[in-house]
């Protein structure tokens, strides 16, 4: 074996190792980011999401914001959760407003017309993103920063960085390794 088939061996050795070292451990985020990210993309189709319901949509004028935060934190006091809201989506043309709230997975669909409660949903698919992201610990740990998020994003990303890389060298390598033997025969 002539030095440059040696090279090239040695390299594919060294990247075969690189590959194998930085998948093992990183399989477990790999899996699950392949998952939630599988889950988030057929959200609609598995109805992970709560479906909009329809606003009584009379010809009676918009109730206000301020009166829909009141509806929801009322409600929601009602069933003994925390009542932070962490949004509101506000949609007049539909006549809908989505309440969601920070402590909880809950969405409460209030009508803009009448203030009526019409739905009281879990958000799965905000679960699911969360731990796709790895905000989850965060929110688990009721972490104001992004910390554990920031370190899991990283973390998977540089490894599939990695992988995607060394991966590509590991089936290139044979390949050159072939055409050069067969260049000096």
């Given at each position: 074996m002539n030095q440059k088939?040696?090279?090239?061996a040695k390299q594919a050795r060294v990247f075969r190792k690189i590959h194998k070292y930085v998948a093992v451990p990183l399989m477990l985020f790999m899996l699950i980011l392949g998952i939630t990210g599988l889950l988030l993309a057929w959200k609609s189709e598995l109805r992970l999401t709560p479906t909009?319901?329809?606003?009584?949509?009379e010809k009676k004028s918009l109730i206000t914001i301020e009166q829909i935060a009141k509806n929801a934190i009322k409600h929601i006091d009602s069933l003994k959760l925390n009542n932070t809201i962490n949004r509101i989506d506000y949609r007049p043309s539909k006549g809908i407003a989505k309440v969601r709230f920070e402590n909880h997975f809950t969405e409460l669909q209030i009508d803009c017309y009448t203030g009526k409660i019409i739905s009281t949903k879990q958000?799965?698919?905000d679960i699911i993103e969360m731990i796709h992201d790895g905000s989850i610990i965060d929110y688990?740990?009721?972490?104001k920063s992004e910390n554990a998020k920031l370190l899991y994003s990283t973390l998977a990303?540089?490894?599939?960085?990695?992988l995607a890389f060394s991966g590509f060298i590991v089936w290139l390598r044979p390949k050159q390794i072939k055409r050069?033997?067969?260049k000096i025969h």
């Open positions: 088939t040696r090279t090239l909009s319901q329809q606003a009584s949509i958000r799965t698919s688990l740990f009721k972490s990303s540089l490894g599939l960085i990695l050069h033997k067969r």
